[in-house]
């Protein structure tokens, strides 16, 4: 069988009569020049595509550099590695559940391992995923999946089972749990979201983890930034800040490309608005943890020294040592190349010492 090219097809398909020669002539140079024309589109499509792969490029760089100078480029490397993987997660025993009917479901689940380092029941498998959570015969779930260092930042309160407690950036909803698990009857919690979707989230969590109609909990949407309207009236406040979360960046391509330097220095600044309303909330004496899942400094102990430097309200920092983690100059930090994948998760506990500052010099004049 004769096999052609596109343009001797051509010639093949028209006789080779004068008219028909010249038929067959433009229209090989027609088929031609569409060839080139598509030619030239792929090679635009190759070199657009490698202006992408040298921009993502770029941006991984100068990620890399921040943080290498950050860690040095040891520590970074086997940070940097750890971040990469999938993320660790417990599942944390909810206390309103009907924990007989969970033990039933033991065998069904992958081989459990308690978490001795939280005092909150909360169990690991060396399994990649758990089973889906599900309803006890009140309609109550009956376990939460989340990171376990999320629950040591919620024990570093030190919840009293009576205590007023708020929640300032509250979904989508683990460390609200995490508190519930240690208040009573006679405690509270009011949870805050200012997005809407967000705190739809919030509420359902809340509505298939607690019994129906709990009064103990209030749920609001108000810009955290500003919450000067309660001023000491909770005993501990949690504020887990909204951040880089770089390693949630790693393991999203599109987020990724939005990091730069910059990104981090103005979450920074909408974090230490927030600490400064947290602080205002809590009562003389009580507690703030102030929490990131960022690993930059800027975000973290930078935050909490603009803080006891800058603010209006005398602070303190407590100092506490945990099983796992590490400490920094104004808090503590789990990381996971060196917490066997748990983190990133940082935390600073404040004591707010007095009303004002101005009061405290007046008392010294």
């Given at each position: 069988?004769?096999?052609?090219?596109?343009?001797?097809?051509?010639?093949?398909?028209?006789?080779?009569?004068?008219?028909?020669?010249?038929?067959?002539?433009?229209?090989?140079?027609?088929?031609?020049?569409?060839?080139?024309?598509?030619?030239?589109?792929?090679?635009?499509?190759?070199?657009?595509?490698?202006?992408?792969?040298?921009?993502?490029?770029?941006?991984?760089?100068?990620?890399?550099?921040?943080?290498?100078?950050?860690?040095?480029?040891?520590?970074?490397?086997?940070?940097?590695?750890?971040?990469?993987?999938?993320?660790?997660?417990?599942?944390?025993?909810?206390?309103?559940?009907?924990?007989?009917e969970f033990k039933k479901?033991?065998?069904?689940?992958?081989?459990?391992?308690?978490?001795?380092?939280?005092?909150?029941?909360?169990?690991?498998?060396?399994?990649?995923?758990?089973?889906?959570?599900?309803?006890?015969?009140?309609?109550?779930?009956?376990?939460?999946?989340?990171?376990?260092?999320?629950?040591?930042?919620?024990?570093?309160?030190?919840?009293?089972?009576?205590?007023?407690?708020?929640?300032?950036?509250?979904?989508?909803?683990?460390?609200?749990?995490?508190?519930?698990?240690?208040?009573?009857?006679?405690?509270?919690?009011?949870?805050?979201?200012?997005?809407?979707?967000?705190?739809?989230?919030?509420?359902?969590?809340?509505?298939?983890?607690?019994?129906?109609?709990?009064?103990?909990?209030?749920?609001?949407?108000?810009?955290?930034?500003?919450?000067?309207?309660?001023?000491?009236?909770?005993?501990?406040?949690?504020?887990?800040?909204?951040?880089?979360?770089?390693?949630?960046?790693?393991?999203?391509?599109?987020?990724?490309?939005?990091?730069?330097?910059?990104?981090t220095v103005h979450n920074?600044?909408?974090?230490?608005?927030?600490?400064?309303?947290?602080?205002?909330?809590?009562?003389?004496?009580?507690?703030?943890?102030?929490?990131?899942?960022?690993?930059?400094?800027?975000?973290?102990?930078?935050?909490?020294?603009?803080?006891?430097?800058?603010?209006?309200?005398?602070?303190?920092?407590?100092?506490?040592?945990?099983?796992?983690?590490?400490?920094?100059?104004?808090?503590?930090?789990?990381?996971?190349?060196?917490?066997?994948?748990?983190?990133?998760?940082?935390?600073?506990?404040?004591?707010?010492?007095?009303?004002?500052?101005?009061?405290?010099?007046?008392?010294?004049?």
């Amino acid at each position: 069988m004769n096999k052609f090219c596109p343009i001797q097809l051509v010639f093949h398909h028209f006789d080779m009569s004068e008219g028909g020669d010249r038929r067959a002539e433009r229209l090989a140079r027609k088929i031609e020049a569409k060839s080139n024309k598509s030619s030239g589109k792929s090679k635009a499509k190759e070199k657009a595509a490698a202006r992408e792969q040298e921009r993502r490029q770029a941006i991984f760089n100068a990620f890399s550099s921040f943080y290498e100078e950050e860690f040095g480029p040891e520590r970074w490397q086997t940070l940097l590695e750890a971040l990469k993987k999938p993320v660790r997660h417990c599942i944390m025993i909810n206390k309103y559940s009907d924990t007989e009917e969970f033990k039933k479901r033991l065998p069904s689940l992958p081989e459990l391992e308690p978490l001795s380092f939280v005092r909150i029941p909360c169990f690991a498998t060396k399994e990649d995923r758990f089973p889906h959570p599900e309803k006890d015969r009140h309609n109550i779930t009956d376990y939460y999946i989340l990171d376990a260092g999320s629950v040591l930042a919620t024990e570093a309160l030190d919840i009293q089972p009576d205590d007023r407690v708020l929640d300032l950036c509250a979904a989508p909803g683990g460390k609200s749990l995490s508190v519930l698990q240690r208040l009573d009857e006679y405690g509270s919690l009011t949870v805050n979201e200012l997005s809407p979707d967000r705190r739809r989230r919030l509420r359902q969590v809340l509505d298939n983890y607690l019994p129906p109609n709990d009064e103990r909990i209030t749920v609001l949407g108000k810009d955290g930034t500003k919450w000067y309207s309660e001023p000491e009236q909770y005993d501990k406040v949690l504020l887990d800040a909204p951040c880089s979360s770089e390693r949630h960046l790693l393991h999203d391509e599109k987020e990724f490309e939005d990091w730069s330097p910059k990104r981090t220095v103005h979450n920074a600044e909408r974090q230490l608005k927030l600490l400064k309303a947290a602080v205002h909330s809590v009562c003389v004496g009580g507690l703030v943890v102030y929490g990131t899942c960022s690993i930059s400094s800027v975000e973290n102990d930078k935050v909490v020294s603009k803080m006891i430097r800058k603010g209006k309200i005398p602070v303190e920092v407590v100092k506490k040592t945990f099983p796992i983690g590490e400490r920094t100059k104004y808090g503590w930090i789990i990381l996971p190349d060196r917490t066997d994948g748990w983190g990133p998760l940082y935390f600073s506990i404040l004591r707010r010492t007095g009303v004002s500052k101005q009061e405290e010099e007046d008392e010294d004049d």
